[in-house]
């Protein structure tokens, strides 16, 4: 780890322990990074937006994407300040992010009261033992929209 690494970290550990001792939201922040610069900045805003999606990680994604014009984060590393949950890891993947850096891990999250290591547990179950019902319907009606997408002379992969 080199001191550009520490400094982008402690950044986003800073937006973690504002974020708490303004009242703001939960102990996470996370910090994007492309060539040396950090261009996006956020901290958990679940409890303030009424958003279950809005963790740190998923929120700095979005302002980078804002900010570069462009759903591809690619060049970009993201520091976040508590390992990712499976729904950042996913938005992370989907946002092609190469790098990511975390300091604190699952386990000090769920001794915390953060159900993080809950989710990663039901999702790799098999539908049906999740406790989450997941039933798959009108597959037929679904599969032709991707036949569409897939002869679409205006599609855009992403």
């Not at 970290?9 to 322990?17: C, D, P, T, V, Y």
């Not at 989907?94 to 999250?109: H, Q, T």
């Amino acid at each position: 780890m080199n001191e550009k690494e520490k400094t982008y970290m402690r950044e986003a550990l800073r937006l973690a322990k504002e974020n708490v001792t303004t009242g703001k939201g939960g102990p996470f922040g996370a910090v994007i990074v492309k060539d040396g610069t950090i261009i996006a900045r956020a901290a958990n805003a679940v409890v303030r937006t009424n958003d279950p999606t809005a963790h740190g990680e998923i929120v700095a994604i979005r302002k980078a994407c804002a900010k570069l014009g462009t759903f591809h984060l690619d060049d970009c590393e993201l520091y976040t300040s508590c390992e990712p949950c499976p729904m950042c890891m996913g938005a992370i993947y989907w946002a092609r992010i190469p790098r990511v850096y975390f300091a604190a891990s699952g386990e000090d999250a769920h001794k915390a009261g953060f159900d993080d290591i809950a989710f990663y547990e039901q999702i790799a179950l098999p539908y049906p033992e999740q406790k989450t019902e997941v039933k798959q319907i009108l597959r037929d009606e679904a599969s032709h929209i991707f036949d569409e997408w897939n002869n679409s002379q205006n599609k855009q992969g992403y």
